[in-house]
């Protein structure tokens, strides 16, 4: 079976883009990573601009179907959050140059709807999150009087935080340690 050329032009342009800032990354690396001509990355995306915005829309929806599945499973509802935080943790560990890039206001100029696309993933993974923590408050993990927007906020900033302390030393992120600090105060 052949592979999809697309695809491989993804895959290697998220590799060339994951070591280097949006603007040093040329078509030609990015053409020489996927072993295709210059010209067959025009065949599948408009410029850069689109090939750096679709990497960044694959990778979003990855996610959400990766936590989706979390969410959707029998396990309990700590495991549920374990499982959505090593996803996060690893994530920004492994695109930590690639999502922020898509906040800059060049690219923003460049792509508008980056930003609402971006914006659209967060809410969706916020209604996942919110809706384990609703699981939580029926199943008596958590408190019924927990405000689940701080909970959140507390969750993705200490997920990034985590991320963030552990990106270059090779450790995985205590994520497990973090929710049951977590739970434990919303107990």
């Given at each position: 079976?052949?592979?999809?050329?697309?695809?491989?032009?993804?895959?290697?342009?998220?590799?060339?883009?994951?070591?280097?800032?949006?603007?040093?990354?040329?078509?030609?690396?990015?053409?020489?990573?996927?072993?295709?001509?210059?010209?067959?990355i025009y065949r599948y995306f408009n410029d850069k601009e689109d090939l750096f915005f679709q990497i960044v829309v694959a990778g979003l929806r990855e996610i959400e179907e990766s936590v989706a599945r979390v969410a959707a499973s029998e396990k309990p509802v700590r495991d549920k959050l374990c499982a959505f935080g090593d996803v996060l943790t690893g994530v920004l560990k492994e695109r930590h140059m690639i999502i922020p890039a898509i906040m800059t206001p060049e690219f923003a100029r460049k792509r508008p709807d980056a930003r609402e696309e971006f914006h659209r993933h967060h809410q969706a993974l916020d209604k996942i999150l919110a809706d384990i923590l609703q699981e939580g408050i029926r199943t008596g993990t958590i408190r019924n009087d927990v405000n689940i927007d701080l909970f959140l906020c507390a969750f993705v900033g200490g997920m990034h935080g985590l991320t963030h302390r552990h990106r270059d030393d090779g450790l995985v992120p205590p994520v497990h340690e973090l929710i049951d600090l977590l739970l434990k105060g919303a107990r």
């Amino acid at each position: 079976m052949k592979p999809d050329k697309r695809l491989v032009i993804l895959r290697a342009a998220e590799s060339v883009f994951r070591g280097r800032r949006f603007h040093e990354v040329l078509l030609d690396d990015v053409a020489a990573a996927a072993r295709v001509g210059k010209g067959t990355i025009y065949r599948y995306f408009n410029d850069k601009e689109d090939l750096f915005f679709q990497i960044v829309v694959a990778g979003l929806r990855e996610i959400e179907e990766s936590v989706a599945r979390v969410a959707a499973s029998e396990k309990p509802v700590r495991d549920k959050l374990c499982a959505f935080g090593d996803v996060l943790t690893g994530v920004l560990k492994e695109r930590h140059m690639i999502i922020p890039a898509i906040m800059t206001p060049e690219f923003a100029r460049k792509r508008p709807d980056a930003r609402e696309e971006f914006h659209r993933h967060h809410q969706a993974l916020d209604k996942i999150l919110a809706d384990i923590l609703q699981e939580g408050i029926r199943t008596g993990t958590i408190r019924n009087d927990v405000n689940i927007d701080l909970f959140l906020c507390a969750f993705v900033g200490g997920m990034h935080g985590l991320t963030h302390r552990h990106r270059d030393d090779g450790l995985v992120p205590p994520v497990h340690e973090l929710i049951d600090l977590l739970l434990k105060g919303a107990r």
